[in-house]
C-alpha cells in the first residue's frame, strides 16, 4: 500500500475531496501538483488553487507553469500531424494529459513518493490516458484513482466537503464539467448529455460572437510550426493566445459531436478550438503546395492513427515517436504563409505561398505561357489505361460485343 502519493490536482470539487479523503480512507500523504497548461486563469488564481490543495489537507501544493513545454514538445507535434481524432476533434484534454503526467512522475521522484493519483471516474477516457502514461513512464509506481472507487455521487462529494470544511467552489446548479487549456476548452455533462438538445449558448467562452466586419489573418510557417501573425513574429504560447482570441471572435471553432470514447461508450462531447482549428486548416493547406503527392498521401493516411494514440493514452509509445520521425521529416520544406479569411461563424483559405511550393505556374496555366508538353498526354493516357483496356476485351463490356 503506497504512503505517499503526488494527486494530479485542478482545484475542482474531485481532487479536492481527494486529498483528504485518500488521507482518512487510505492513510496516503497527498502532495498536490497543479499543472498549467494554459487554464483560463490569472497567476493569483493558480496561487488560490494551491492554497485550496493546502487547506484540503495536502502536505505539499505545487504549481508547475508547463505552458511553453505544452505548446512546444505537444500541441506543435499534434498541428504538424494535423492530427483530428475522428476527424474533428483536436484533442485538447488529451494533449494535455502526458505532459501532466511527465510532471507527477518527476515530482515522485523528488519527494520520494511510491504513488501517483488522479481525480478521473471510471468510464472517462483520462484514466486511461493518466494510468498508462504513468506505466509507460515509471512502472514502478502505484496508481490511485479514488473517484473512481469512493462511489460518491456529485452531492455526496459537495457535503464532504462542507463536513470537512474542504474549500470548494462547486455547487448543486453547476452541472457542467469544463476542461480547458491552451489548445482548447471541453464542455460536456448537464442538458448536452442528450445528444438531441441544443448546447446552450452560456456553455460558450472562446467563440462568443463580437467581430462583424471580415478581415484576413496571414499565418507563417517554418518546417510546419506557425512562428508569425500578419507578419509579426511570436512564440507559440502567444499567438495560440491570439489567435483564440481573434478567430473565436468570429463565433467559429465550435465542434458538436459524439465520439467514441476508448472504454467503448458514445459520448456527446462539445469543444471550442479556434485557433487549433484554424491553425490545422492553415497548415493542410500549406501541405499541399510544399509535399509531394505520393508523401502527402502516405502523411493524410497516418494522421488519423496518429489523433487515436493521443486520444488513446498511448503518447509514449514507440509508435507515436516512429510517426513523429516520419513528420518531421515531411515538414522540411513546409514554410510559407497561408492566408485565412474570417466572417461571422467562418474561417476559410483564401491563399497560400511558399518559396518551397511545387505548384508550377508555367505546368499549371492554360494560357500563353504554358510550358506543359500536351504531345506526350497521348501515349501517357493510352498506357493509363491499357489494363482497362485489355479486361473490357477479354471480360468486360467489350467482350460482349465481339
Not at 333 to 353: A, D, F, Q
Request: glycine fraction near 8%; hydrophobic fraction near 40%.
Amino acid at each position: 500500500m503506497a504512503k505517499r502519493a503526488v494527486l494530479a490536482y485542478s482545484g475542482g470539487l474531485d481532487t479536492s475531496v481527494a486529498v483528504k479523503w485518500m488521507q482518512e480512507n487510505l492513510g496516503v500523504e497527498v502532495i498536490a501538483m497543479a499543472v498549467d497548461v494554459g487554464q483560463e486563469r490569472s497567476e493569483e488564481d493558480m496561487d488560490a488553487v494551491r492554497e485550496r490543495a493546502l487547506a484540503a489537507g495536502a502536505v505539499e501544493a505545487l504549481v508547475v507553469d508547463a505552458r511553453q513545454e505544452f505548446a512546444d514538445e505537444y500541441a506543435s507535434k499534434a498541428l504538424k500531424a494535423n492530427a483530428l481524432y475522428e476527424g474533428k476533434y483536436p484533442l485538447v484534454s488529451a494533449l494535455s494529459r502526458p505532459v501532466i503526467v511527465k510532471h507527477l512522475v518527476a515530482a515522485a521522484r523528488e519527494f520520494g513518493a511510491d504513488a501517483v493519483a488522479h481525480g478521473c471516474t471510471g468510464k472517462g477516457n483520462d484514466q486511461v490516458r493518466f494510468e498508462v502514461s504513468t506505466r509507460a513512464l515509471a512502472p514502478d509506481l502505484e496508481v490511485i484513482a479514488p473517484v473512481r472507487t469512493w462511489g460518491m455521487t456529485r452531492e455526496d462529494a459537495i457535503l464532504y466537503a462542507y463536513r470537512n470544511e474542504i474549500p470548494i467552489t462547486a455547487t448543486k446548479e453547476k452541472v457542467y464539467s469544463i476542461d480547458d487549456n491552451l489548445w482548447g476548452r471541453a464542455i460536456e455533462c448537464g442538458e448536452m448529455e442528450d445528444p438531441w438538445a441544443v448546447p446552450p449558448q452560456g456553455v460558450w467562452s472562446l467563440t462568443k460572437q463580437t467581430a462583424t466586419e471580415p478581415r484576413d489573418v496571414e499565418i507563417t510557417f517554418v518546417q510546419g510550426v506557425p512562428t508569425a501573425v500578419d507578419g509579426k513574429p511570436m512564440g507559440l504560447v502567444e499567438l495560440i493566445d491570439h489567435l483564440n482570441q481573434v478567430v473565436g471572435s468570429f463565433g467559429w471553432g465550435r465542434i458538436d459531436m459524439v465520439e467514441n470514447r476508448r472504454v467503448g461508450i458514445k459520448s456527446r462531447e462539445t469543444y471550442e478550438c479556434p485557433a487549433a482549428l484554424a491553425l490545422i486548416l492553415a497548415h493542410e493547406d500549406l501541405e499541399s503546395i510544399c509535399l509531394e503527392r505520393d508523401l502527402e498521401r502516405e502523411k493524410v493516411r497516418m494522421e488519423s492513427r496518429y489523433a487515436e494514440l493521443i486520444y488513446d493514452g498511448l503518447w509514449f509509445s514507440p509508435l507515436r515517436e516512429a510517426y513523429d520521425a516520419f513528420i518531421d521529416s515531411s515538414q522540411e520544406y513546409v514554410s510559407g504563409e497561408v492566408r485565412l479569411r474570417l466572417e461571422p461563424g467562418s474561417c476559410r483559405v483564401t491563399g497560400r505561398r511558399s518559396d518551397h511550393s511545387l505548384y508550377d505556374y508555367g505546368l499549371a496555366t492554360y494560357d500563353a505561357a504554358d510550358e506543359f508538353r500536351h504531345e506526350d498526354s497521348a501515349g501517357f493516357v493510352r498506357l493509363w489505361g491499357l489494363g482497362i483496356e485489355t479486361w473490357s476485351a477479354r471480360q468486360g463490356p467489350g467482350s460482349r460485343n465481339s
